[in-house]
């Protein structure tokens, strides 16, 4: 049997260098005792244009985990298998030894699951699946179950304290279980593609940061989709991790950020210019999700700078 290349931490940090993540690890934890994952998570936010060759992991599965919506371009071997933007809460199934290229076109969030082959396939036995029953290959594909599981692993410390090895390896069982139940070697029915994806995705983010100066109508956004409006709404809404409206909130007070940082522009200016009906309602806004008014946030940077 072929002994994973993901065997202890070491090895994991050196499989994401040698992938091309130079940045510190946002985590990483593992091998877990039990059930021998490890889980990691990274970030960027700019784009890495440069094509970055993912290294094989002989002995494991790979599971990546997408958490904000990321562009890019992916190739397996000289095949390309995807070319757009990648909504948030999608995850895809790479099998053992699998190596592909890709380039980074937006900031990224991802978490990345390394399950060793033998731990699937005794799963597998302990379950009665057939000989040969394994995890199958997907696509981007959305699983709130995944999803959650995932994050309480990341979470473990603070849930479980000093158990928290314990209680990671447990949350694994649980994720490999459903994993085998609904994505096992030749099933298709959960793993089929989502719908808002791709060019119209890419489409409609670029409609609303374009327009952020304004408020957008669902319909309006909807009509970038050629979607009803509670269809895109429930699409958007599993895509991009957020609903339309709370989406474009985002990306006004990301902006504001950055005007406060890298000007000295009025605070009732920047409001205006942002669609905030007023300078109050871009402080209480601001506040709500920095945890302080944006006055502040200006002080604390340029007294860091």
């Excluded at 260098?17 to 039990?34: K, W």
């Excluded at 990224?108 to 394994?134: K, M, W, Y």
């Excluded at 957020?242 to 950055?258: I, N, T, V």
Aim: charged share 20%; glycine share 8%.
């Amino acid at each position: 049997m072929i002994r994973p290349v993901i065997d202890s931490a070491d090895a994991l940090a050196d499989w994401f260098r040698l992938s091309g993540v130079t940045d510190p690890l946002d985590a990483c934890i593992g091998p877990l005792p039990g059930t021998g994952i490890s889980i990691a998570r990274w970030s960027r936010r700019k784009p890495e244009t440069r094509l970055q060759t993912v290294q094989p992991h002989p002995g494991c599965y790979r599971i990546a985990i997408i958490l904000e919506p990321m562009e890019s371009q992916i190739w397996v071997g000289e095949r390309p298998v995807w070319g757009g933007v990648i909504g948030a809460n999608r995850f895809r199934i790479c099998p053992p030894g699998a190596r592909n290229s890709w380039r980074q076109l937006s900031g990224c969030d991802i978490v990345n699951i390394f399950v060793p082959e033998q731990t699937v396939d005794r799963l597998s036995l302990e379950g009665g699946l057939p000989d040969g029953s394994g995890l199958g290959v997907t696509a981007f594909t959305p699983d709130r179950q995944v999803l959650d599981l995932a994050l309480k692993m990341l979470d473990a410390r603070s849930l479980a304290g000093s158990l928290a090895s314990q209680f990671c390896d447990g949350l694994a069982t649980a994720l490999l279980s459903y994993l085998l139940e609904h994505y096992a070697r030749g099933e298709s029915g959960a793993a089929a593609k989502g719908g808002l994806s791709g060019a119209r995705l890419r489409r409609v983010m670029a409609f609303i940061a374009d327009n952020l100066a304004r408020e957008i109508s669902i319909s309006e956004m909807a009509q970038q989709c050629s979607m009803s409006e509670s269809h895109f709404s429930r699409e958007f809404r599993a895509a991009a991790g957020l609903p339309p409206h709370q989406y474009a909130l985002k990306l006004r007070l990301e902006r504001a950020c950055e005007a406060l940082t890298g000007s000295d522009v009025r605070m009732v200016d920047i409001a205006l210019d942002l669609g905030f009906s007023n300078a109050s309602h871009f402080s209480r806004s601001f506040a709500q999700r920095y945890g302080m008014p944006p006055a502040r946030y200006r002080q604390l940077h340029r007294n860091h700078c």
